[in-house]
Nanobody
C-alpha cells in the first residue's frame, strides 16, 4: 500500500485549496485515513481523520475551516482548506490504517507529504 499526496502549493491568506491523497496497492481495506501537518520547527499535529463510512474528526484548531472527505471508489482522501491563514503553512501528510492481505494486524502507512505555503 502506498499513499501519494498532491495539490499543495503557494496560496494567499483567505484563499481555498484542496489537497488529495491517493491510495494505491492491492488486497487492502481502509480502517481510517487522516491528514497531519508539520510546520517548520514544530511537531507534527493531526488535522483531521475520516473513515470509509465518512465519520470525521477534526482538531479543534481547524475552527471549521477544513473539510476532510473520502472517495471510496477512487481510494482517495481530500482535505478542503478554506480561509487559509499564514499559520496553516506546513507540510501536510496523509496517513492511513489498513488491513493488508488479510492480515489480522492493522498497518499504518504514511505518504510523502505535500507543501502548503500561505503567504501574501
Amino acid at each position: 500500500v502506498q499513499l501519494q499526496a498532491s495539490g499543495g502549493g503557494l496560496v494567499q491568506p483567505g484563499d481555498s485549496l484542496r489537497i488529495s491523497c491517493a491510495v494505491s496497492g492491492s488486497d487492502f481495506s481502509i480502517h481510517i485515513m487522516g491528514w497531519s501537518r508539520q510546520a517548520p520547527g514544530k511537531q507534527r499535529e493531526l488535522v483531521a481523520s475520516v473513515t470509509p463510512g465518512s465519520v470525521t474528526n477534526y482538531a479543534a484548531i481547524m475552527e471549521g475551516r477544513f473539510t476532510i472527505s473520502i472517495d471510496n471508489a477512487e481510494n482517495t482522501v481530500y482535505l478542503q482548506m478554506n480561509s487559509v491563514k499564514v499559520e496553516d503553512t506546513a507540510v501536510y501528510y496523509c496517513s492511513g490504517v489498513f488491513s493488508i492481505g488479510g492480515s489480522p494486524t492493522a498497518t499504518t502507512v504514511w505518504g510523502q507529504g505535500t507543501q502548503v505555503t500561505v503567504s501574501s
